[in-house]
């Protein structure tokens, strides 16, 4: 680790077209090491959402670990350096209103699975999040949007349960999706061909929203939280996202 100690700190954790794959002509390194090096960075991802993506990324390749894998890797170590304050801020509120945002990511080009994205706040504060791969491929980007809601609807039940042991009743709880078809199919099964390739398990969604426990709202694509959660971004970007997660420099809020 002695060089990461010396090297200059980076604003971002990859460039923006970068793309990671199994590179069979790079040189193998000791996978021992990089295990070590990525479990440590995926324990940091509890406190540190702004690194989900990239450690995540990285994780896939542990098996057979290449010299490009380990200065990936490096730049994460890079990243770190210069934004050791960098943390998620909490407020005191008597409003405990909850909030999620969810989105599926299908621009992986190595196996074409998508990735469901989300995050979910209290108050203004971010308690929890998730980019998770799917082990199988969508069928279509109505499917994949459509599973991420449910799984983002599951994780939002959990925590409304929680507060309910505190006497803290939410309903109509806002979800925020830039997928507009998949907003109409939870009001209403009418869009069969849609959702026809879609498992009975997931339709549970349908019946929360009849109940008036979420409403599903439009966001636009560009006021979506999840980018930071699945692909690399531009410096303006990113800078953006993790002010709007509520992370700041401690001491200077």
Known sequence: M??????????????PSSTLNLDEESVDIDNTMYR???GSLLYLTTSRPDIMFNVCVYARFQVRPKEVHLQAVKRILRYLKGTTNLGISFYRSQNFSLLGYCDAYVGDKWE???????????????VSWTSKRKSTIALSTCEAEYVAVGQCLTQLLWIKHQLEDYDIYESSIP???DNTTVISISKSP??????KHIEIKHHFIRDYVQKGTFKLIYVKTEEQLKDIFTKPLQEDRYIWLTDRLGMELIGEQ
């Open 2 to 15: 002695s060089s990461s100690e010396g090297a200059k700190p980076m604003k971002t954790l990859m460039h």
């Open 36 to 38: 070590g090096m990525v």
């Open 112 to 126: 074409r699975k998508n990735t469901s994205r989300g995050c979910h706040f209290l108050i203004r504060c971010l």
């Open 175 to 177: 979800v925020l999706c």
């Open 190 to 195: 009418i869009f069969h061909s849609r959702i």
